[in-house]
């Protein structure tokens, strides 16, 4: 059976200022995944707290939050078969350092913190996170 996923991308705040947003969405569209919705913007402390709460016991946190609302991002809804997945193996590993060659992360991130792109983790997850960024009429069908 087609299994058509939605995920949430996020586009961070160096990559957006480096002009590497549409090289990365157009890696993303070779996968055969759909753009259904993209938008820049401003995330406030709320959002980013929002978006990362299963975070906010970590070290990390207040650095993540700090950075995330720092300047503006692309956030962005890819929708089709196996989009978490196929989007997660092109971002690469988490930290930039460590991530395969010619992944997103690998190629345009920075450090652990500021890695260039976010992508959900699972389909309940890429759900819950679209629903923070994007009303239902902002997204067209995949
Ligand atoms: P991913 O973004 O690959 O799903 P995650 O969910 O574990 O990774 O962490 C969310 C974000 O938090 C990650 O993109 C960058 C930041 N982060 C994760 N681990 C970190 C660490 N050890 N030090 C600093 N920032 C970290
Ligand atoms: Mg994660």
Request: aromatic fraction near 6%; proline fraction near 3%.
């Amino acid at each position: 059976m087609l299994e058509i996923e939605r995920s949430l991308v996020l586009i961070k705040p160096d990559a957006v200022r480096n002009g590497q947003s549409d090289e990365i969405i157009s890696r993303l569209k070779k996968l055969g995944l759909k753009m259904a919705a993209r938008k820049t913007l401003r995330m406030d402390r709320a959002l980013a707290e929002k978006h990362y709460a299963v975070h906010k016991e970590k070290p990390f946190f207040k650095e993540l939050v700090e950075y995330m609302t720092s300047a503006p991002i692309v956030a962005a809804v890819f929708g089709g078969e196996k989009a978490v997945a196929k989007i997660r193996q092109a971002m690469g590993a988490t930290d930039p350092a460590k991530a395969e060659a010619g992944t997103i992360r690998a190629d345009f991130g920075l450090n652990v913190t500021r890695n260039a792109v976010h992508g959900s983790d699972s389909v309940e997850t890429a759900e819950k996170e679209i629903s923070l960024f994007f009303t239902g009429d902002e997204i067209a069908a995949t």
